[in-house]
């Protein structure tokens, strides 16, 4: 009974819900954080039906109270934790960004109805489940607080302004990814390529948003090929655990970039003086 009740306060705002998040996705692509091509997308959300659960799938707050099931572009599923459903508008931008992602196209699955999670967004550049989804949370959530709170480029996890976002360590690895290299990279190369699809990564070939993410993180960690160990975690045995090797990879990464900053202009220094050395 109860569950009905609650399904009754949400559906009843189910167009709403939808056409704001419509206007701030278009705001978001005005203000070109999300590339153009990603308003395409929109239609999905006609196919996508809002379910207030009785909260076992949707209990962790750390996750924001949401989730999401997909079925190619026939039809998607976002379910709301009920403590959430008389105020679900911050968690559904989470989870309606997940349902415009870019996927790449799977033959359907008959065992399945929905498509699988590998296909989707970054989980496609970031092989392995634990860089997959993190990074796809983190490129999800970061979009959204921004989207809410504005300031799309601090994505410090410790910034004041993010002190609302979920997903911490997720968004630290972004941070870390789009930050702490020897260059940085603008986190609209992630979201771009979190919106992309597969026709347009072979349409744009060299020029696609998924190619040109995987040059900047080349340019940004020359040392090091971050996609590859990245692909290469491992799921812990807890949830705590797998934050926790996450976090000690984005530590390693900036020591390493520290490193070879200090080695480079070590060596500057060395030729200058040689240089000097051989003029007098
Ligand atoms: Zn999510």
């Given at each position: 009974?109860l ?6 306060v ?13 206007q ?8 070109s ?9 929109l239609?999905r959300?006609?196919n ?6 009785d ?12 989730e999401?099931g ?7 599923e976002?379910v ?6 008389k ?8 989870e309606f960004i ?21 296909t ?16 796809n949370e ?25 002190k ?6 997720e ?15 603008n ?6 390529a979190h ?7 072979e ?14 993180l ?5 040392f090091?090929n971050?996609i590859?160990?990245l692909?290469?975690?491992?799921t ?14 984005c ?9 070879y ?10 030729a200058?003086?040689?240089g000097r050395?051989?003029?007098?």
């Open positions: 009974m569950l009905l009740k609650l399904n009754a949400l559906r009843g705002g189910e167009v709403e819900q939808k056409q704001s998040f419509t701030r996705f278009q705001e978001a692509v005005n203000s954080w999300i590339p153009r091509a990603a308003l395409a997308h239609p959300l006609d996508t039906k809002l379910i207030v659960d909260g076992f799938r949707t209990n962790l707050e750390s996750m924001g109270g949401g999401v997909y079925a190619d572009d026939s039809g998607y976002v709301v934790a009920p403590t959430l459903a105020k679900p508008e911050r968690t559904l931008t989470h997940h349902v415009l992602d870019g996927h790449d196209r799977v033959p359907f699955d008959e065992e399945s109805i929905f498509r699988s999670k590998e989707a967004g970054l989980y496609r550049i970031f092989k392995g489940q634990v860089a997959g989804e993190a990074m983190a490129v999800v959530e970061h979009l959204t607080d921004s989207m809410w709170n504005g300031e799309l480029d601090i994505i410090d996890p410790l910034s004041k302004v993010r609302r976002a979920v997903y911490t360590i968004r630290s690895l972004l941070h870390t990814l789009a930050q702490k290299g020897v260059k940085k990279v986190v609209r190369r992630f979201i771009a919106f992309e699809d597969q026709d347009q990564t349409v744009f070939g060299k020029d696609s948003a998924q190619t040109k993410l995987v040059e900047a080349r340019e940004a960690f020359p090091a971050v590859e160990e692909s290469e975690l491992k812990g045995e807890t949830v705590k655990e797998t934050h926790a090797a996450i976090q000690k990879y530590m390693r990464l900036e020591r390493r970039t520290n490193k900053l200090a080695l480079r202009v070590g060596g500057a220094v060395v200058k003086l040689r050395t051989q003029a007098s």
